[in-house]
């Protein structure tokens, strides 16, 4: 079955620090990666897709296969990327259900 | 098209009665998501439909719950005889499925339920 872990509940990083937020899937194939942010009193938004290979706001995410993981970095946090990010997990060519890990609540301290 | 949207946005009811939620996605999605998200916890996945049919419901789902999802438009998600453990956010999301990859879901603002 398809999963995702995060393993950090909260994160919380100083304004300026880099950022790293992990997450770690079990496929043994080539799935589709996401990450997935809910700013406060906003609706779950799409931030980046690995099949896109594009940075978005500042945060990037490689795809690791032989560790699978593809965690979310970005070098310089800012005040406003405090946010719940989730990683989520699709098996392209079947029915391509979408799971999500737990979340990771990323705090950045001004 | 104001994206995806859900009602009611909150509803609070006595254990043991029946809900009903709404989910209006997209118009060009073709497939529709539900998922439940407790305090502190992920999205959780309910069930999804691919247009009209019904593709997967949870196993972990009781059979308190259905969907449906008629002429793949807009869908429902019943809950029938609540107990205190359905009280969570139901998130609905939409999206169009193409060439065998999932795509960007667009998520709803979720309703509320709260069993008392």
Not at chain 1, 75 to 98: H, I, N, R, T
Not at chain 2, 88 to 104: N, P, Q, R, T, W
Request: hydrophobic share 30%; glycine share 8%; aromatic share 12%.
């Amino acid at each position: 079955a398809q999963r995702v872990t995060q393993p950090e509940k909260l994160l919380s990083v100083f304004k300026g620090a880099p950022v790293e937020l992990k997450c770690n899937y079990s496929y043994s194939g080539s799935p589709e990666l996401f990450w997935y942010v809910q700013y406060s009193r906003q609706r779950l938004q799409l931030l980046l897709r690995h099949i896109s290979r594009e940075s978005i706001k500042g945060f990037t995410a490689d795809l690791n296969k032989g560790e699978t993981s593809f965690h979310l970095k970005k070098p310089f946090a800012q005040e406003e990327d405090s946010a719940m990010y989730y990683c989520a997990l699709s098996v392209p060519g079947g029915y391509q259900k979408v799971t999500f890990g737990t979340g990771t609540k990323l705090q950045v301290i001004p | 098209d104001t994206g995806v949207s859900q009602d009611p946005r909150h509803k609070i009811t006595k254990r043991g009665q029946n809900v009903t939620f709404r989910c209006d996605p997209i118009s060009e999605h073709n497939r529709l998501y539900w998922y439940r998200q407790t305090l502190g916890q992920g999205p959780e996945f309910l069930t999804y439909f691919q247009n009209e049919a019904q593709l997967e419901k949870s196993r972990l789902l009781s059979d308190r719950f259905s969907a449906e999802r008629p002429k793949g438009s807009f869908s429902t998600l019943e809950i029938q005889r609540t107990e205190q453990g359905d009280s969570a956010m139901y998130l609905c999301a939409s999206s169009f499925v193409e060439a065998g990859f999932a795509g960007e879901l667009f998520f709803g603002e979720g309703s509320r339920l709260t069993v008392l």
